[in-house]
């Protein structure tokens, strides 16, 4: 059973340019949850899915984020007009639906704006 | 609502020095408690977990008791190794908030020779 995936492991882009960053959750796991970090900061919360719904997205910027869990495929997180201040790494994490579980999370996406 | 607070790092221990990282947290209902731990690098692993009060989880010599009275889950480790540096994370999950996952916001831990 492979961990949860994310790609890229590094994504490099421009100002006003779109990233996309996507999360393959483990087998079985419906649930989904995207944490953004800042270099020496702790983990910040932005939005928790599950299969076609979003349950909280509390955590996400009202604009030029998005994220979605489609009932194929893997979870996206979608960042419109990048400015610098989106450099950090992202990081996903699944669960299954069983309650009392951990989250088990990617390596994250290194995102970098220039 | 939901949160979790942990000790403020960092932390800069000798080896085979004692190491406490305070956590507390706050929920409505009966969480589930757990100990994230992160390497320079690399995303997220589970450390250890407890289901209900009074659960003691264990790994690689760390340890952490679920005390529903204090609702504080600190963790300890009784020597401590350099390759126990890292950043730890103490996190809760609770069914009354549809199984969402809060953390805390990291302690960093260098263990020095």
């Known amino acids: 059973n492979a961990g949860v995936m994310q790609n890229p492991r590094h994504l490099v882009r421009r100002r006003g340019q779109e990233a996309r960053l996507r999360c393959s959750p483990m087998k079985g796991h419906s649930h989904v949850y995207w944490y953004r970090q800042l270099p020496e900061e702790g983990l910040k919360f932005m939005v928790y899915l599950q299969k076609e719904n979003i349950i909280d997205e509390s955590g996400m910027p009202k604009e030029r984020f998005s994220a979605e869990f489609p009932k194929e495929g893997p979870s996206i997180l979608r960042i419109q007009q990048v400015v610098r201040g989106d450099s950090a790494a992202y990081f996903c994490a699944s669960s299954p639906p069983s309650v009392a579980t951990e989250a088990f999370f990617g390596q994250g996406t290194r995102l970098t704006v220039v | 609502g939901d949160s979790v607070t942990q000790m403020e790092g960092p932390v800069t221990l000798s080896e085979e020095a004692f190491l406490t990282i305070n956590c507390t947290y706050t929920?409505?209902?009966?969480?589930?408690l757990f100990w994230y731990v992160q390497y320079p690098g690399e995303g997220l692993q589970l450390l250890l977990k407890a289901t209900k009060a009074d659960d003691k989880g264990s790994n690689k010599g760390f340890e952490a008791t679920y005390r529903k009275e204090t609702t504080s889950f600190h963790l300890e480790k009784g020597s401590v190794q350099v390759s126990d540096s890292a950043v730890y994370f103490c996190a809760l999950s609770d069914r009354n908030t549809g199984n969402q996952f809060y953390f805390g916001t990291g302690t960093s831990l260098t263990v020095i020779p």
């Open positions: 929920a409505t209902g009966y969480p589930s």
